[in-house]
T-cell receptor, first 111, second 113 residues
């Protein structure tokens, strides 16, 4: 059974700090990695995707991928209260290569 | 704006009464997905269509069916809803399958009484 694991949290950080969200996956053949943000009662919204080892930056967000360790992370710099949400990690590896989602990490940014 | 639309946003049904959820997209994507998400859980893929090809996940109950009459529309039919089927139902699309970025609609919250 292919799996995507995330710490459910909650992860609490003060406003302005860096939030670090982590995800591990079991399928060594996975090639596509995604981070989605999901506010309570809403649907997932794409934050970033990453395909290659290393870092990918987009504004305050940085995704980091280490395929050897089967590990992907999301850093949020200068965290804002509006960043408070559940962050879902998704990795391709399901049937026909479809995405497998983790349960998500709940982030709380305190003013 | 190109988007994924789901109707209704909230659906209340009675135990055993069939219900149909609707999804439409203006992205012209080939693939449409239906997920079930319960509180504090990961979205669970029920099935997906690549164009007209229907793909059922192995553990999707027979109670759940889907139709895709054309590229833009996809329906989720729950033939006899049980209390355990109360959840958020998410429709998503992607250009192709195999790990492409998926774009989600706003979801339909289903309540079963």
């Amino acid at each position: 059974q292919k799996e995507v694991e995330q710490n459910s949290g909650p992860l609490s950080v003060p406003e302005g700090a860096i939030a670090s969200l982590n995800c591990t996956y079991s399928d060594r053949g996975s090639q596509s990695f995604f981070w989605y943000r999901q506010y309570s009662g809403k649907s997932p919204e794409l934050i970033m995707f990453i395909y290659s080892n290393g870092d990918k930056e987009d504004g305050r967000f940085t995704a980091q991928l280490n395929k050897a360790s089967q590990y992907v992370s999301l850093l949020i710099r200068d965290s804002q209260p509006s960043d408070s949400a559940t962050y879902l990690c998704a990795v391709n590896g399901g049937s026909q290569g479809n995405l497998i989602f983790g349960k998500g990490t709940k982030l709380s940014v305190k003013p | 704006d190109a988007m994924v639309i789901q109707n209704p946003r909230y659906q209340v049904t009675q135990f055993g009464k069939p219900v149909t959820l609707s999804c439409s997209q203006t992205l012209n994507h080939n693939v449409m997905y239906w997920y079930q998400q319960k509180s504090s859980q990961a979205p669970k893929l029920l099935f997906h269509y690549y164009d007209k090809d229907f793909n059922n996940e192995a553990d999707t109950p027979d109670n759940f069916q889907s139709r895709r009459p054309n590229t833009s529309f996809c329906f989720l039919d729950i033939r006899s809803p049980g209390l355990g089927d109360a959840a958020m139902y998410l429709c998503a699309t992607s250009r192709t399958s195999g790990g492409e970025t998926q774009y989600f609609g706003p979801g339909t919250r289903l309540l079963v009484l």
